[in-house]
């Protein structure tokens, strides 16, 4: 199994171009998130998704589109990037509640090996 | 609403000492909390988890975590710390009352440097 993976590794856009990042997830988890961590802040959670078809916002989410077309997809959209979304960006993914340990709330998330981002 | 502090941005510790990285939380409910490494240029990989049961929790790699309900802290510990332990450590927490998405909130990360 590859695990969580992402494409691209690094990726540099000027500011107001657009680009998408795409996650890939072989363990057949119902749930997927996309977050951004940067410098002293832990990561923060942008967009999730709890199946296909479905998506929700996070803390972060101005700026950001998502789409869960297939289950084993999730891809993060920058309409128009900006500076301030220079960072490194992170896909997870899990179990959804209905299974595993404790109603599903002990399952811990899955990490891919991140996207590096800089704008502008 | 739940929060996770990881009071020190860095942690200094001599190879073969043993090692602490603190974290503390505040939740509504009983707590699920997580350690999760980080090595450069790499995702996050899941090191352990308290969910309940035994407070001293043992995980990945020789660390353990002990769940501390009345400090309300989580620290991680190894008994002999390693160079290759030399990383990023985040704690994580989960609220028992079921949050949309099943979401975990992160610590700002604890910078672990063991010197030979």
């Known amino acids: 199994n590859a695990g969580v993976t992402q494409t691209p590794k690094f990726r540099v856009l000027k500011t107001g171009q657009s680009m998408t990042l795409l996650c890939a997830q072989d363990m057949n988890h119902e749930y997927m998130y996309w977050y951004r961590q940067d410098p002293g802040m832990g990561l923060r959670l942008i967009h999730y998704s709890v199946g296909e078809g479905t998506t929700a916002k996070g803390e972060v989410p101005d700026g950001y589109n998502v789409s869960r077309l297939k289950k084993q997809n999730f891809l993060l959209g920058l309409e128009s990037a900006a500076p301030s979304q220079t960072s490194v960006y992170f896909c997870?993914?899990?179990?959804?509640?209905?299974?595993?340990?404790?109603?599903?709330?002990?399952?811990?998330?899955?990490f891919g090996p991140g996207t590096r981002l800089t704008v502008l | 609403a739940q929060s996770v502090a990881q009071p020190e941005d860095q942690v200094n510790v001599a190879e073969g000492n043993p090692l602490t990285v603190k974290c503390t939380y505040s939740?509504?409910?009983?707590?699920?909390l997580f350690w999760y490494v980080q090595y450069p240029n790499r995702g996050l990989q899941f090191l352990l988890k308290?969910?309940?049961?035994?407070?001293l929790v043992k995980g990945s790699y020789g660390f353990e975590a002990e769940f501390n309900k009345s400090q309300t802290s989580f620290h991680l510990k190894k008994p002999s710390a390693l160079v290759s332990d030399s990383a990023l450590y985040f704690c994580?927490?989960?609220?028992?009352?079921?949050?949309?998405?099943?979401?975990?909130?992160f610590g700002g990360g604890t910078r672990l440097m063991v010197k030979p």
């Open positions: 308290y969910i309940t049961g035994d407070n």
């Open positions: 997870a993914s899990s179990y959804s509640p209905v299974r595993g340990l404790a109603g599903g709330r002990g399952n811990e998330q899955f």
């Open positions: 994580a927490v989960r609220d028992t009352p079921m949050n949309a998405g099943n979401m975990l909130t």
């Open positions: 939740v509504s409910g009983n707590p699920y």
